[in-house]
């Protein structure tokens, strides 16, 4: 299984596919902040991807209703971590100062 970014292709791992349900992440949500979210490297050089002030901007730029960006606004905590590889490790809610990246 795995997503179709522009530059590259993201593969889940068995990680993320286990975790993924009861974490409640919708495929939309990945799918918008792994083309519309901004991201860092974290310690081992996997990429973290979230929804970041910058990201709503070019929503609203691509013509995203103001419905739809609310929606993500709301799903601000999320962070998806990505493999140098395109593997998909995780995706998960940031639930304190420390893992905020934004």
């Known amino acids: ?5 522009k530059n590259q292709s993201i593969t889940y791992s068995q990680h993320f596919l ?3 349900m009861h974490r409640g992440i919708g495929e ?7 083309e519309m979210g901004e991201f860092k490297y974290d310690k081992h050089n996997g990429k973290i991807y979230y929804l970041g002030d910058k990201s709503f901007h070019n929503m609203k ?3 995203m209703s103001k419905q739809d960006i ?3 606004r709301k799903k601000r905590a999320v ?3 990505v493999s140098m590889d395109g593997v998909l ?10 893992t905020h990246l934004h």
Not at 1 to 5: L, P, R
Not at 29 to 34: A, D, R
Not at 89 to 98: D, E, G, K, P, Q
């Open 1 to 5: 299984m795995h997503i179709h970014m």
């Open 18 to 20: 286990n975790d993924r």
């Open 28 to 34: 939309d949500v990945i799918q918008t902040i792994l």
């Open 61 to 63: 730029r691509a013509g």
């Open 70 to 72: 609310e929606y993500y």
């Open 79 to 81: 962070q998806i971590v």
């Open 89 to 98: 490790i995780t995706a998960m809610y940031a639930n304190s100062s420390r």
